[in-house]
């Protein structure tokens, strides 16, 4: 019997890309109720200043055992949400233009995926305008970590010039046509991937990407467009102050 009362949640991925022999196959995370104690961790500045508060607060919410890094980063985003309507109600209020707006965080909808290999996390894109096949995965709450670092580097090097989607991108792609050398591939993105392709790409991967939808519709003047919904401390507390 568990000390804290939990629920049982189910990732976006629902764990196909997962290998089986990893707990996250099983497509659930058994998830503790927020206490005053996770209150504690939202509000540590430490962790705020180094921007892992929120995978801190997980962490110490998740009763599953698995290996937080391999979790990808859609199955990541269901999990804050889920941990928010456990310790503050499905009700989230915020602005945006000036405007409050209060959304049901119960009725986001999951973004689902369809894998080419079960318990494999590959998969294939052609380029549209090169026609170069590139072989490629989804990134997990490891690599962000590695792209993070690379990134913090880089900043130290030139400040004003840091290559956040390509460094990304170098994390992504593993292969390009039958190459999967590290340095041929880094070389490919730098050097030959076209800007209409990595677009390409880029839209391609929202659409297969595991997530939970985390936008809402706005509406101004005769204009409607989807806007992110703010995720950070105050998506928890956004009466703490920080």
Same mark, same amino acid.
């Given at each position: 019997?568990?000390?804290?009362?939990?629920?049982?949640?189910?990732?976006?991925?629902?764990?196909?890309?997962?290998?089986?022999?990893?707990?996250?196959?099983?497509?659930?995370?058994?998830?503790?109720?927020?206490?005053?104690?996770?209150? &504690?961790?939202?509000?540590?500045? *430490?962790?705020?200043?180094?921007? %892992?508060? !929120?995978? +801190? @607060?997980?962490?110490? =919410? $998740?009763?599953?055992?698995?290996?937080?890094?391999?979790?990808?980063?859609?199955?990541?985003?269901?999990?804050?949400?889920?941990?928010?309507?456990?310790?503050?109600?499905? &009700?989230?209020?915020?602005?945006? *233009?000036?405007?409050?707006?209060? %959304?049901? !965080?119960? +009725? @986001?909808?999951?973004? =689902? $995926?369809?894998?080419?290999?079960?318990?494999?996390?590959?998969?294939?894109?052609?380029?549209?305008?090169?026609?170069?096949?590139?072989?490629?995965?989804?990134?997990?709450?490891?690599?962000?970590?590695?792209? *993070?670092?690379?990134?913090?580097?880089?900043?130290?090097?030139?400040?004003?010039?840091?290559?956040?989607?390509?460094?990304?991108?170098?994390?992504?792609?593993?292969?390009?046509?039958?190459?999967?050398?590290?340095?041929?591939?880094?070389?490919?993105?730098?050097?030959?991937?076209?800007?209409?392709?990595?677009?390409?790409?880029?839209?391609?991967?929202?659409?297969?990407?595991?997530?939970?939808?985390?936008?809402?519709?706005?509406?101004?003047?005769?204009?409607?467009?989807?806007?992110?919904?703010?995720?950070?401390?105050?998506?928890?507390?956004?009466?703490?102050?920080?």
């Amino acid at each position: 019997m568990n000390e804290f009362p939990t629920e049982i949640i189910e990732l976006p991925s629902k764990g196909i890309v997962y290998p089986e022999s990893n707990p996250l196959s099983s497509g659930k995370i058994e998830m503790k109720y927020m206490t005053a104690f996770h209150e &504690d961790i939202l509000t540590n500045q *430490n962790y705020i200043k180094q921007n %892992i508060v !929120l995978d +801190k @607060l997980l962490q110490s =919410l $998740i009763v599953s055992k698995i290996n937080y890094n391999d979790l990808l980063l859609g199955d990541k985003n269901a999990l804050l949400v889920a941990a928010r309507i456990l310790g503050y109600g499905k &009700d989230y209020t915020f602005k945006y *233009n000036n405007q409050e707006f209060t %959304i049901d !965080l119960s +009725k @986001l909808e999951p973004k =689902l $995926i369809d894998v080419p290999t079960k318990g494999k996390n590959e998969f294939k894109f052609t380029l549209p305008k090169s026609g170069v096949d590139i072989t490629f995965k989804l990134l997990t709450i490891g690599d962000e970590q590695k792209i *993070n670092q690379e990134l913090e580097g880089l900043k130290k090097i030139n400040k004003n010039n840091v290559p956040e989607l390509s460094t990304r991108l170098k994390y992504m792609i593993t292969a390009v046509g039958d190459k999967t050398d590290a340095k041929e591939i880094r070389n490919f993105i730098d050097n030959h991937f076209l800007a209409m392709d990595t677009r390409a790409f880029r839209e391609y991967i929202k659409k297969i990407n595991p997530n939970i939808d985390l936008t809402f519709t706005y509406e101004e003047d005769g204009l409607v467009e989807k806007v992110d919904i703010p995720i950070g401390v105050d998506f928890f507390w956004p009466d703490a102050g920080i």
